[in-house]
């Protein structure tokens, strides 16, 4: 059994949707459906159970046998504005380790999800290397919680026997659910439909012109295909970067969302809230060194190409992964 926390989220319903398939139900389904609608994203999946995720919590605690072959842990507080920082603790920290734990004692492979927001303003680069996580800066509260656990793993010498995937800028189908924190593409998306145009913030900083804030975007495919890689390559842990390794502008995200709805470009630059200005990243860029050297070769879509398949085939379709 493969159990996946945060399963019917963005990320973790894409994770059931490819392991569907590869010819795998044998899938454990842990999270919270609350009051939104990402109960949608498990419609069309296969899976054996679902449990609450604070049961799940209480019963590893208890010692429970979930005969599992792997906790990949997707569940978290992902907003990057959240203000209740002990929330983001509690979802984003101490969860995780209980798991961590949890899964060490029990010889299940566990794959967490970090984020690239842990290199804050990306003043120190963008390494994965594990030991440069002692290092970093994050911007805001979300990115703080994930990196206190990469921290906590590597002081507790866990990172040799577990993998933190830091995900950067992800989009695709199945984020419908995410309010503001839904992916530019489907915020731009929504805007063409409606006015025709799409609003983007200007620049605060004089090398870098309006719109040409540079962002690697990854389509949520290939962040599924590199994270279940890990699922075959046991004898490879620690922190892995995902993204698509070529940082992009927000013109080109958005120039290709209007070519692929067959629609002339038309932006309008706004400026940026001044809530945002300090914790503004105007620059990532995934180094793959690392996740290429485990051996991870598979070609990763180009910003065009997943654009344009999410747009044509999920978003102008209103459709589900697995529809």
């Not at 203000?83 to 029990?106: G, H, R």
């Amino acid at each position: 059994m493969i159990i996946i926390t945060g399963a019917a989220g963005f990320i973790g319903s894409a994770l059931v949707w490819r392991l569907n398939q590869l010819g795998k139900n044998d899938i454990l389904i842990v999270d919270e459906l609350g009051n939104d609608e990402k109960w949608k994203n498990l419609v069309c999946l296969n899976f054996e159970d679902f449990i609450n995720k604070d049961v799940f919590i209480q019963k590893t605690e208890a010692g429970f046998d979930f005969n599992a072959e792997a906790i990949i842990h997707m569940g978290a507080n992902s907003s990057t504005t959240e203000k209740d920082a002990d929330s983001l603790l509690n979802n984003n920290f101490e969860y995780t380790k209980k798991l961590a734990l949890y899964s060490t004692s029990k010889n299940i492979r566990f794959i967490y999800a970090s984020s690239a927001a842990t290199y804050g303003d990306g003043s120190l680069g963008f390494s994965d290397d594990d030991q440069n996580c002692r290092n970093l800066r994050p911007l805001n509260m979300y990115g703080y919680s994930k990196n206190l656990f990469d921290v906590w793993a590597l002081k507790k010498n866990l990172l040799d026997k577990i993998v933190g995937i830091k995900y950067f800028n992800v989009f695709g189908p199945n984020e419908y659910h995410k309010g503001d924190m839904r992916s530019v593409v489907h915020k731009a998306f929504e805007q063409i439909r409606d006015t025709g145009k799409v609003k983007l913030f200007k620049s605060n900083r004089k090398e870098y012109k309006d719109g040409e804030q540079k962002r690697d975007f990854i389509y949520v495919k290939d962040a599924v295909d590199m994270t279940l890689f890990f699922l075959e390559k046991k004898d490879k842990n620690g922190l892995y970067n995902v993204g698509s390794g070529k940082a992009r502008t927000w013109n080109d995200l958005v120039t290709t969302l209007f070519t692929a709805l067959n629609k002339k470009v038309n932006i309008e630059y706004i400026n940026l809230p001044s809530h945002l200005a300090e914790k503004y990243q105007y620059f990532t860029e995934a180094d793959l060194t690392k996740i290429k050297k485990a051996g991870y070769t598979k070609e990763i879509s180009s910003l065009e190409k997943g654009v344009t398949d999410y747009v044509k085939n999920y978003l102008v379709t209103n459709k589900f992964l697995g529809m």
